[in-house]
């Protein structure tokens, strides 16, 4: 049984914890956090050993890995803090606040030998991983377009995301939270991202980042898509999923809806209602994964340095592209070590 340390004790990290508890093979036995107070009712809840200091709870317990759920600004030094005891770390996304200090957290690990996973959750939502099944085995023929659409509704007002109030002040808030999901989970449906076009505007005024943005794509294989959405308007019925979507093929359309259904024309071939977890139990299915490939010896899905060039990087190009006003390639962000 691997035993595990979470690193931040906020408002995702007892979601995570939730999840955590049905892991097979893996035990989280402390939490740390820099506010004791947090750090101390963590530990109450979840029945664990609570820590202000990373350092103390590496003494105490010897873990396997650390789960790092903090912010991205604290990122970089926690994994320079962990690279000399080379564990294995599921860093929570965005990997950093920037491109070079996502960077430089990748040649952190690299050089350190340290097993690192971007904790990139959507993919691993149920209905999408059941939708790359139904495309793989060809339910509607050759897909050529796809649109995925994120709406949250906890963005209004003047004290908006009540759950997590720092997304008012990220500086760029709604790709690199948000819509980096629906990104990822496209690259995971239909290969790499080449090129993106993108558009970010600024509803909420209270923001210090785009909370809406629309964003074109076209991938390596020659599919084109469109990703977006707010933070303002509600989603369009209740349901597990945040987002709904898409997916059109030469034979047939896959429609995701809010509720977690999956819709071929007009047949429910996959019901996510009433699925345990968080959206789709998307958290357990990630954490498993991590855990499976430690035991393992495989390769993680979204492992960090190939996370960063194929969805970090037009997480980046995004953005160029929006201040530029001009579609951008993914592959204007590289860096060495990538190749």
């Known amino acids: 049984m691997l035993r595990g340390v979470t690193v931040g004790c906020g408002f995702f990290s007892r979601i995570q914890m939730e999840a955590w508890k049905r892991v097979n093979g893996a035990v989280i036995v402390a939490a740390c956090d820099v506010d004791e107070g947090k750090a101390a009712s963590f530990a109450r809840d979840f029945d664990l050993k609570g ?53 430089e957290i990748i040649e952190i690990a690299q050089r350190a030998g340290i097993a690192l996973m971007v904790n990139e959750n959507w993919r691993w939502q149920r209905w999408y991983r059941e939708i790359a099944e139904m495309i793989q085995g060809g339910k509607i023929g050759e897909p050529f377009y796809y649109s995925m659409q994120m709406r949250g509704g906890d963005g209004g007002g003047e004290n908006p995301f ?26 995971f449906l239909f290969g790499d991202i080449e090129r993106v076009y993108a558009e970010t505007a600024k509803l909420n005024p209270v923001m210090t980042g785009e909370d809406s943005a629309q964003i074109m794509l076209n991938h390596a294989g020659g599919i084109r898509g469109s990703i977006g959405g707010n933070r303002i308007s509600p989603p369009d019925e209740d349901g597990q999923a945040l987002d709904f979507a898409r997916f059109e093929g030469r034979e047939g359309t896959l429609r ?27 958290c357990r299915a990630t954490q498993q994964h991590f855990v499976d490939c430690l035991i393992e010896n495989l390769v993680f899905e979204t492992e960090a340095a190939d996370y960063l060039k194929r969805t970090f990087a037009v997480v980046e190009a995004c953005y160029l592209s929006a201040d530029e006003e001009r579609p951008v390639r993914r592959s204007e962000f590289s860096v060495s070590f990538l190749g």
């Not at 997304?167 to 948000?178: A, N, V």
């Not at 259904?261 to 998307?282: A, H, K, T």
Request: aromatic letters at 8%.
């Open 51 to 103: 820590y202000a200091s990373v350092d103390k709870a590496l003494e105490v317990h010897s873990p396997d890995f650390f789960d790092i759920a903090t912010r991205p600004s604290t990122h970089l030094e926690l994994v320079r803090q962990l690279a000399p005891h080379k564990l294995p770390i599921l860093l929570q996304k965005p990997i950093a606040e920037t491109w070079d200090e996502a960077c």
């Open 162 to 187: 009540p759950n997590q109030p720092y997304f008012k002040g990220m500086p760029r808030f709604l790709i690199t939270e948000s819509l980096v999901h629906l990104i990822d989970t496209s690259r």
């Open 256 to 282: 995701l809806r809010h509720t977690g259904q999956v819709m071929l024309g007009e047949e429910c071939v996959f019901d996510g209602r009433g699925l345990p977890g968080y959206r789709g139990d998307c």
